[in-house]
């Protein structure tokens, strides 16, 4: 998939709290790592590792935040990566780092948080 459409599709699958949708990009063998991840799942490693461990996260995520939505702020293409920036709803720039595998999954994130709660 194209960098922007998946970026565009990733972020309105959030944007609708359709934890399949959001899911549906993702292997089944993916790895997330992210700040966030200590604070939902009390994980001190911030891993996530395979699908079902992810959909747990996620769904957790969406039901703490019901009002969760994700301005899109930019797009960067790799090889076989993409770097999404957005917004998070308190106002926190996010870039994630998403590696696909050969299918066209993401098979690798890497979250990366503003540490500055003023953006």
């Keep these: 998939m194209e960098a922007q459409a998946f970026a565009q599709e ?3 699958a959030w944007n609708a709290h359709d934890l399949e949708r959001i899911l549906s990009h993702y292997a089944e063998d993916v790895v997330l790592t992210s700040p966030r ?3 939902v799942l009390g994980d001190a490693s911030g891993m996530v590792r395979g699908k079902q461990a992810l959909r747990e996260y ?4 969406l039901a ?3 009002d969760l939505y994700f301005a899109l702020e930019g797009i960067y293409a790799g090889v076989d990566s993409v770097v999404v920036r957005f917004r998070s709803r ?3 720039d996010v870039s994630e780092l998403m590696v696909f595998d050969p299918y066209g999954f993401v098979r690798e994130v890497r979250a990366h948080w503003s540490c500055d709660n003023a953006n």
């Excluded at 996620?58 to 995520?61: D, E, K, L, Q």
């Design 37 to 39: 991840v200590r604070d």
């Design 10 to 12: 990733w972020i309105e």
């Design 90 to 92: 308190d106002k926190r």
């Design 64 to 66: 703490r935040l019901p």
């Design 58 to 61: 996620f769904a957790r995520g």
